[in-house]
Structure formats: C-alpha cells, structure tokens
C-alpha cells in the first residue's frame, strides 16, 4: 500500500513538471477535454472505489488548490468527502494502530487442550479442566474454560456424563465371547463344519471342533471343553453372542448361565449382530480355506489349528493397535537386527520376526 502511494505521488510529480514546459493554451484545452471525458464517465460508470493510495493523492493534490476552485472542480467524489479523506489521513498519521476492543483471544494451544480434556473426560467439569490445565502450567480464569466449552456446544459435564455405545461395547468387550459356525466344501464335494468361540476384548480364537455331522450334544459338549480350558477366566464372560441355529440348544445356552453369563440371540439373517465373528469367518476364508483344497475332516482340523495358532501370536489387529491377541512386545530396528521369515502352511502364510 505505500510503495504504490510513492508510485502514484513521483508518477504525479513527473507530470506537473512536464506541464510546467507547455503553454497556457495547451493547458487549458488539456483541462477541458478532461473535465469533458470525466463528465461521460460520471454518467456512464458506476461509482468508483479508489484505493487508499489514490485516496491519499486527490486528497494531497486537491489541498493545493484555493477554496475557489475547489468548487468547479469536476470529481467523481464531492468535496465533502475529498475533505474526510484528508482528515483520516491526518488521524492515521497522529493515532496508534486500530485494535480490537476487549480482551485477547485465548491461545490455540490451550483451546485445542480443554476441547481435548472435555472429550477424553465426560465426567469433568470446566473447574476439574481448568484444575488439570493449571497443573500442567497454563494459568487462565475458570470463566475462559467455561467460556470455550460452550462456543464450541459442548454440554455440561452431568449432561454429557452418559456412556455412547462405543464407549459401552468397548468396556464390556472382555466380558463379551461370540460363538458360530461355518462350513468348508472338500475336493470330495463333502461339506464339513466349524464351530469356534472369539473373544471380543482380545479377539483371541478358540477352535472348539471340526466334523461333518453336528450335533446338538456335540455342540454342547465343544462349550463345555472351552470353560474347562478357560479356567478362572471363565468366571469372567458376562455375555454370549450367538445366532438362531437349531443346533444351539438350551442344554448349550445353559452351560453359560451356569457361570452367569448371559446368552444374546442376534435377530433373523442379521450378521452384523454378530460381526466380529463373522469378520474371523472372512479373514480364515480369504487367506486359508479358499486358497487350498481340502482332503477332509482330519486335514481341515490340522491346517485351521495352525491357522488359528497363526491368528492368536503373531497376525496383527488394527483395534488392538496392530498387535495379535496373545500380545507381543514393540521392538525398535537396529542395525545388528535382522528380520527373519516363517513359512506357515506350507509358504501360504508368512510371518516375519527380529533375530540377532
């Protein structure tokens, strides 16, 4: 904005001294084809926005003149509003900077901070949050965390106190275990059965059994080999997931109830009830059964215990943090670390870990 006020104000100078050399006549047959052109412009043009630098020159040129010929003076602005400009040119000149009245806005780092804490805290008030920040070294009033929780809609803490659903599955999926079935075709066109348990808070997989023809005894005598190899843990299952089979019977359903669990019935032909299970089913078929031709029961039975073997140790989840049920520890590359590569059914699957 300055440099073009210096720009307009040499450009200025350079023209009065040229006209300085030319006649009396020249200059006034100058002026009144100008005043004749600005004229048509006024009438044909709306009205202009000059810019401050231009504002600034008019204003300067305009001054010089004598009050007389200020008047006849054909601008596209009245004199009135030539003389404003000169006067808030003056201001500026005379007066600090303009600033906004009133308090300043309050840092982004502390208002990324209580957003964050209000989030992660349903149960804290603005005074907890103000607390927490003050501990951590940010001063500011309790009025200004009060303040950013509501511009930004965010309910009291009683109001938002309450458990999403999210926030509900995600505590009870350790008490949580689903249970389904699914079913692989041999080379010999036989169709052979699946029945597995998975955990929802580890999703760690039981394969219960393998066969051809199940039945509802056996289905019931598969639940109770699995609290048997849970042990203890077992007293810890608060709900059983399953479908509406007819091979789940009530003698099944009562083995659970017998350690207090709950057993939940999902709805007609809805998988998404039980989703996690089904997920299992996607991810066993994708990379194991669908890529290899099965002889029958026994070999069904073998090659799924290593899958699952696979599944449970080493194949990471992404709602565990890229972690496998059973856990394993973080390790960080070095330079006197190699990775080592482990062929799984027969090169099928891949799992690859640091050897010194």
């Known amino acids: 904005m300055a440099l073009r006020l210096v720009y307009l104000a040499v450009l200025r100078v350079f023209g009065w001294v040229m006209l300085l050399a030319r ?26 926005r000059p810019s401050w630098a231009d504002r600034a020159v008019i204003s300067a040129l305009v001054r010089l003149l004598p009050a007389v ?27 600090f900077p303009h600033r906004r009245p009133g308090r300043p806005r309050t840092a982004a780092v502390i208002r990324g901070l209580v957003l964050e804490m209000a989030r992660d805290n349903p149960t804290w008030g ?13 001063r500011v009033a309790p009025s200004t965390v009060w303040a950013i929780l509501k511009d930004t809609c965010i309910d009291p803490a ?17 008490s949580i275990i689903a249970v389904d079935f699914f079913h692989v075709e041999t080379v010999f066109l036989r169709r052979v059965y699946v029945l597995f348990f998975i955990e929802h808070g580890t999703r760690r997989v039981h394969l219960a059994g393998v066969t051809a023809h199940p039945s509802g005894e056996w289905v019931t005598q598969q639940a109770r080999n699995l609290l048997m190899d849970l042990g203890q843990r077992a007293d ?37 009830a039980n989703a996690i299970a089904e997920r299992w089913v ?3 078929r994708r990379e194991c059964t669908d890529r290899i031709l099965i002889a029958g029961e026994r070999h069904l039975r073998r090659v799924l215990t290593e899958y699952a073997d696979h599944y449970n140790a080493h194949r990471p989840h992404r709602s ?13 590359p070095s330079g006197s670390v190699r990775v080592l590569r482990r062929d799984r059914l027969g090169g099928l699957i891949h799992e690859y870990s640091q050897v010194a």
């Open 282 to 284: 996607g991810s066993v």
């Open 126 to 138: 603005y005074r907890r949050i103000h607390g927490e920040l003050v501990g951590v070294g940010y």
């Open 23 to 48: 006649s009396d006549a020249a200059k006034d047959v100058e002026i009144l084809v100008l005043r004749h052109q600005v004229a048509v412009l006024q009438r044909q043009v709306k009205r202009p």
């Open 320 to 332: 565990l943090d890229q972690r496998p049920p059973d856990g394993r520890n973080d390790q960080s």
């Open 236 to 272: 810890e299952l608060r709900f059983l997931i399953r479908d509406r089979d007819t091979r789940f019977t009530a003698t099944f359903d009562a083995v659970f109830t017998s350690i207090g669990a709950r057993v939940i019935v999902t709805p007609v032909r809805a998988p998404r």
């Open 69 to 95: 010929h200020r008047r006849r003076l054909r601008l596209f602005v009245s004199p009135r509003t030539v003389l404003r400009w000169h006067a808030r040119l003056v201001q500026r000149r005379w007066t």
């Open 158 to 174: 009683p109001a938002r106190a309450g458990l999403s659903w999210r926030q509900f599955l995600a505590a009870q999926a350790h």
